[in-house]
Structure formats: C-alpha cells, structure tokens
C-alpha cells in the first residue's frame, strides 16, 4: 500500500532585493496574463489553460520552471472565481491578482544553509536561511517555496510510518480548556485561558468606541483582528503540540468533532465583523483541529472525526439524557445510573466512544 505524504511549512523573514523583486513582479504579470487568458476562453483545468497560455508566456524574461508555477497558480484563482460564481456569491470585482506571491516547485535546492532558486543559467538567486529553518527542514524532502514581498515559506513533506495505535483520546475543546479522555480512561486538561483573556481584553477595547466612527472602528478591528488571531494561534500552536506529544508517547490515536454548522462557517475567509467573538471562537475551534491533525498525521497517528450531536447532553456512561444542578454549573447527573461527571470530561468520553466504535483497529 501506498503511503501518503504529509506536508508542513516552516517560515521566515527575508531581505528584498532587486532581483527578487523583479521575478515576483514577472510572475504576477504572468499569472494575470493567464487569468486574463483563462477568463476571455472561459477555459477550466490546468491542461486547457497550460496548452493555450504556455506559448504566450514567451513575452516574458525567466525561467521556464516559473511559467508552469504561474499557470497553475493562475488555474488555482480561476477554480476559486469560478467556483464562487456557481455559488451564486459576489465575485471579486476584478481578478487581477494585485500581492506579490511566487510559489515555485521546480529547480530550488538547498545548499550550504541557502535556498538557490533559478534565476540566470547557472546563476541562481541565493536567499540565507535561518537556523530555524535549517533545523526544521533537516532530513527531510522540501516541496515548494512560496516567497512574498518579505517573507519565505518552505513546505517539507516526510512519509509517515502509521502507527498502529494501543488506544485512543477523543478531544473536546471548550472556551477556556481542551479536554482528552483516553481509552485508559486517564483525563487531562490543558489550560487555554490565555487565549479567553486576549479575547476579554478586545471585546473591551472595541465596546468603548463610538459607534459612528465606522470607518475607524474597521481599521481598528482588522488590525486587532489580525494581531488576535497570531496570539491565539500561538497558544494553540502550543497546547496543539502538547497534545500531540502526549498521544505519540502513548501511541493514542486521535477522535475529534467533525465541526458542522455555525463552526464550520467561519473557519475561514472573511471572520471579522458584528459577530467578532462567535467568529473568533469558531475559527479557534477549527484552527486547533487543523493544528492536531497535521501534528498528529506528521507522527502517523491517525485522526478520525465523529459527529459532534449530543456529545455535550448525553451519559457517557449509559447514553441518558443529562440534567445539570444550576449550583454546580460544570457537573452534569445522570438521573438513571447515578453518575456525576464534569461536563467536559463527559464530552471527551461520548466524542471518545463514537471513535472508537468507528475505529478500523483492533485494540
Ligand atoms: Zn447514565
């Protein structure tokens, strides 16, 4: 059986130069060539576009490797384009591609802590990497490079040996903490506070402007917005891997919600807004399972997903109804066996279960 490839990415600054400069300014020219191309022959696919818009790239001064990366990244903005189309929403006013944004797959090497990219014959471009990156992308096959105005990006990809589990932890995550309950029947919670609080600290900020100021409060917003969403993400970064760890050391497999509705919705795309704290959290909830599974798939654990409906309301024990006592606002009854448990710990274990039930293992 063929195993499947798992690949991350690893970032970094970088200093601009003339050179480089003027290869992403040629790329986007030569992705909106093709978009411009692709949209006036209403043409779909990698193959049509590449057969009709490959010869006219000859306009352009680089190496072939980019045009093939230009083309493909241009077919990738049509799909989305169309796509959006059929969906009958809005499509972006104009296609034209304005960011600067090279991802290239062909002829980088890595070399002595530098990344060589083609350039000239024989003289290719030379960017330093950091020692970070060197150490992340040690013994392991790099992909792709995305460089933007600023920063470089290398995804790396490794064949996991699938480890065939002992047992599994199934995962529910709540505002403030991430709950695992394991098929040992051990319980851990890691703290997740850190996040509420930068969550707190906005919704206060933002509550105390004028309402009229519209135009304000959106720059406000998108810049809180996005320095929010890189410190939640570094605690999930965080917690993600503490998880992760503690499944590898225990050979556990992964169960986690399959997100569905209100959560689903706003994993991605445009998340600011009225609804600013719904969205932050949904798209925290998404972004720690993105984080689990990549980390876990990267170790060979395996992840399943089960269906998330009830999880919170019924015994973990005996599938009964819940009844929760207003004076103990975590611990959940179950008025037919008896059982007393903390409701998230009650999650976990019914999120846990329907896992294990699905799992093709035999434990
Ligand atoms: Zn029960």
Not at 95 to 107: A, D, E, M, N
Request: hydrophobic residues 35%; proline residues 3%; contains cysteine.
């Amino acid at each position: 059986m063929e195993r499947a490839f798992v690949i991350k990415t690893v970032n970094q600054h970088y200093a601009l130069n003339q050179e480089i400069l003027r290869m992403l300014e040629q790329f986007r020219e030569m992705m909106n060539h093709c978009i411009h191309v692709g949209l006036a022959e209403n043409l779909t696919g990698l193959k049509a576009l590449s057969s009709k818009a490959y010869s006219q790239l000859n306009e352009y001064d680089v190496m072939s490797c980019y045009k093939l990366c230009a083309i493909s990244a241009a077919a990738g903005i049509l799909r989305n384009y169309r796509k959006a189309i059929r969906r009958g929403e809005k499509p972006p006013v104009t296609s034209h591609v304005k960011r600067l944004r090279l991802t290239t797959c062909y002829g980088l090497k890595i070399q002595d802590g530098l990344l060589l990219l083609p350039y000239r014959h024989r003289e290719p471009i030379r960017i330093a990497l950091t020692p970070h990156v060197q150490a992340s992308i040690q013994g392991y096959a790099v992909r792709s490079v995305t460089l933007t105005g600023d920063k470089l990006s290398l995804a790396y990809a490794k064949q996991p040996v699938e480890v065939k589990p002992r047992g599994f932890i199934g995962i529910d995550r709540n505002l403030d903490n991430v709950t695992l309950a394991a098929t040992d029947s051990s319980i851990l919670k890691y703290d997740l506070s850190r996040a509420t609080i930068v969550k707190t600290t906005y919704r206060d900020i933002r509550s105390h402007m004028s309402r009229n100021d519209v135009r304000i409060r959106r720059e406000i917003s998108s810049k809180y917005g996005q320095r929010q969403r890189e410190k939640v993400k570094q605690i999930l970064h965080h917690a993600s891997k503490l998880i992760v760890q503690h499944a590898k050391q225990e050979r556990f497999g992964i169960v986690m919600e399959q997100l569905t509705g209100m959560r689903r919705l706003y994993q991605r795309g445009n998340w600011q807004g009225r609804r600013y704290r719904s969205r932050m959290n949904s798209w925290s909830y998404a972004e720690l399972q993105r984080q689990i599974e990549y980390k876990a798939r990267w170790e060979g654990l395996p992840v399943i997903y089960v269906y998330p409906h009830g999880t919170s309301v019924k015994c973990s024990m005996c599938g009964s109804r819940m009844a929760r006592k207003p004076e103990e606002n975590r611990l959940l009854h179950c008025p037919k066996c008896g059982v007393s448990v903390d409701h998230d710990v009650n999650a976990a274990r019914n999120i846990l279960a329907r896992g294990v039930r699905f799992a093709p293992f035999a434990l």
